[in-house]
C-alpha cells in the first residue's frame, strides 16, 4: 500500500485500536447514560379520578380542606401518599379544587380563615382565595386540580 | 492542536514517559495466549463500570434487594444489558483469570523475575472468586440464598475454625440481613479497593520487568 503514504503499520494499529475502544465506550455509554437518566423520563403512568368526600361538607365561600390517600408506585415501592385539596364553591354546584403545594419551592399552604387568605409558611408567600399570588415570591397562582361531583361526591383528578 | 496541548502537558506533567513505558514497551515474539491478561483486564474494566451502575438502584436488604433487582432488569432502560454484562462478565472473569494462570504455569513464566507478579496474580485469583461468591448472594432469589447457605456450610467444616469462620461469614447463625448487608459491603468496597491495589502491582511488575517470551525446547 505505498498510496497510502505515511500510513505505518503502527498507526494503522493505533488508528484500529482507537476505533474499536471507541465503539465500545458508545455501547457501553449510550445505554448507560439512558439507564441513569431513565427514571427522568417516567412520566406518571395513569391520571385516575380520586374521590376526596362529600359534597355537604364544602362551606360555602370558603376553601375547605380535603385529604386523600393516593397509591404511587415509584420504582420497585408503592407509597401510600396523602394529597391535600383545598375545594371553594361560591355557588354550591361550581367547584374549584386548589392544590395545597406552594408554587414556589413545594411547601405546604393553608388557609388562615381570620385573614381570608392562603399562607405559606416557608417564605411567607400570600395567596387570595382563588388561589391568586397576592405577596411573596411565588411565580404563578397555586395549581388548580380537574374536579367533579357524582353521587354528592367530589372527586379530582390526579396521578 | 492536539499535539501543542500534549506538549503543554508533558512539560509539566511527563505523562509522555509513563505512555511510553506502559504502551511503547518492547515485547518479545509472544502468541495469542499471551493477551489473556489484557483481556482479563477489559472485562475487570467492564465490570467496574457495570457494577457501579447497578448500585444506583440495587438495594441490599432482604425487603429490597430482590424487587430493586427485578427493577433493574425490567423496568430501567437498558437495565437489562447492565445487569446481563455483569451477570456474564463475572463468569467471563473466572474464565479469563484461570486461563490467564494457565498460560502462565504451562510457560513457566512464575520463575525468576516474576515470583511477585505471580503472588499477586494468585491472590487476584481468589479476589475474583470471592467477588463471585459475594456477587452471587445479592439478587437475593432461591437460588441466590440456598447457594450462599451451602458455600458458607462448606467453609464450616473447616478443621477448628469452621464454625467461627460460617458466623463471621454470615453475621450469625442464619443467612440473614446481616449476611446480604456485609455481603454486598464487600462485593462493592473491600474486594474492589484489595483489587486495585494488587492490580497496581500486577500491572507495575509487568511493566518493569517486560512479559516473558515462549519458552523454547533448549530452554
Redesign the interface.
Known amino acids: 500500500m505505498s498510496e497510502e503514504k505515511g500510513l505505518s503499520r503502527r498507526d494503522l494499529l493505533s488508528i484500529g485500536t482507537l476505533a474499536i475502544g471507541g465503539i465500545i465506550s458508545v455501547a457501553?455509554g449510550i445505554?448507560?447514560v439512558?439507564?441513569?437518566i431513565?427514571?427522568a423520563?417516567r412520566r406518571v403512568q395513569e391520571e385516575n379520578w380520586i374521590r376526596l368526600g362529600p359534597v355537604s361538607k364544602v362551606e360555602i365561600g370558603t376553601p375547605t380542606l380535603f385529604k386523600a390517600g393516593v397509591e404511587r408506585q415509584v420504582?420497585?415501592?408503592i407509597n401510600e401518599e396523602e394529597i391535600s385539596v383545598y375545594i371553594l364553591t361560591d355557588d354550591g354546584r361550581n367547584f374549584v379544587a386548589l392544590s395545597n403545594i406552594c408554587t414556589h419551592l413545594g411547601c405546604r399552604v393553608r388557609w388562615i380563615s381570620d385573614q381570608g387568605q392562603f399562607f405559606c409558611p416557608c417564605h411567607n408567600a400570600i395567596f387570595n382565595k382563588q388561589g391568586e399570588v397576592v405577596t411573596g415570591p411565588p411565580p404563578r397562582p397555586l395549581d388548580q386540580y380537574v374536579v367533579k361531583v357524582e353521587d354528592e361526591q367530589i372527586y379530582v383528578l390526579g396521578g | 492542536m492536539g499535539t501543542q496541548v500534549g506538549n503543554w502537558l508533558d512539560e509539566r506533567v511527563g505523562w509522555r514517559k509513563v505512555w511510553d513505558a506502559i504502551f511503547l514497551r518492547k515485547i518479545p515474539k509472544v502468541n495469542w495466549l499471551f493477551t489473556l491478561g489484557s483481556a482479563t483486564l477489559f472485562v475487570a474494566l467492564?465490570q467496574g463500570?457495570t457494577g457501579i451502575?447497578l448500585t444506583?438502584?440495587y438495594v441490599p436488604t432482604p425487603d429490597?434487594a430482590y424487587?430493586?433487582v427485578?427493577?433493574i432488569t425490567t423496568?430501567?432502560?437498558?437495565?437489562w444489558?447492565?445487569r446481563g454484562?455483569h451477570h456474564y462478565g463475572a463468569s467471563a472473569m473466572v474464565i479469563l483469570t484461570v486461563l490467564h494462570m494457565l498460560r502462565v504455569i504451562f510457560y513457566g513464566a512464575y520463575k525468576f523475575p516474576r515470583e511477585v507478579t505471580w503472588f499477586t496474580g494468585v491472590l487476584l485469583l481468589l479476589i475474583v472468586t470471592g467477588f463471585g461468591f459475594t456477587g452471587y448472594l445479592l439478587p437475593w432469589d432461591q437460588k441466590a440464598f440456598w447457594a450462599t447457605t451451602v458455600g458458607t456450610r462448606i467453609a464450616s467444616v473447616a478443621p477448628g475454625i469452621g464454625e467461627w469462620l460460617l458466623f463471621v461469614m454470615r453475621g450469625g447463625e442464619e443467612l440473614t440481613a446481616v449476611t446480604l448487608a456485609r455481603f454486598y459491603g464487600v462485593h462493592v468496597w473491600v474486594l474492589p479497593a484489595s483489587l486495585l491495589m494488587l492490580l497496581t502491582i500486577h500491572m507495575y511488575l509487568v511493566i518493569r520487568i517486560g512479559i516473558s517470551a515462549v519458552p523454547k525446547r533448549e530452554d
Open positions: 457501553l445505554p448507560a439512558a439507564y441513569i431513565g427514571p423520563r420504582g420497585w415501592i | 467492564i463500570v451502575l444506583i438502584y429490597h424487587d430493586s427485578q427493577f423496568q430501567v432502560p437498558a437495565g444489558l447492565i454484562l
